[in-house]
């Protein structure tokens, strides 16, 4: 069954190089993994139905990634690199109200015992720990 033709993916050596890699590397998370796969078998001229069959994934995926793919070849690898083109783009929302140096300091204070915080407690409950992080001012 031949479904309609999706735009092309033509990879550089580099470009094929980095994919590979992530693969065959033990150290690549899973999700990355996959995308990398989806690129490297849609190079095989294979439509996007195809490859989601081949690789057992959903052709929406599918699609997406080749699209983000092919958006991201106009940047050079010196700007973004292989594995930073399979990243997740940001998400859009309200940003954190929570900082990352507030948030190191709410995860030492669940690592204390509450002994030390002189709560009569024996582990943290979660209105506990909110106390504690409003008592010492972590978070208002």
Excluded: F
Excluded at 15 to 25: S, T
Excluded at 49 to 61: F, H, I, N, T, W
Excluded at 75 to 88: C, G, N, Q, S
Excluded at 100 to 118: N, R
């Amino acid at each position: 069954m031949q479904g309609r033709q999706p735009p092309i993916v033509n990879l550089s050596q580099v470009e094929q190089d980095g994919l590979e890699q992530l693969v065959n590397a033990h150290s690549t998370a899973q999700q990355i993994a996959l995308r990398a796969r989806i690129i490297l078998t849609a190079k095989q001229g294979l439509n996007n139905e195809q490859v989601a069959r081949k690789l057992q994934v959903g052709v929406d995926m599918v699609q997406q990634w080749r699209q983000r793919w092919l958006a991201g070849q106009g940047i050079p690898l010196a700007k973004l690199t292989v594995e930073e083109r399979l990243y997740d783009l940001p998400r859009a929302g309200k940003p954190s109200a929570i900082t990352t140096d507030q948030l190191c300091q709410i995860t030492a204070l669940a690592c204390e015992k509450p002994e030390q915080s002189e709560r009569p407690i024996s582990q943290w409950s979660g209105r506990e720990i909110a106390d504690e992080i409003m008592k010492r001012g972590i978070v208002s």
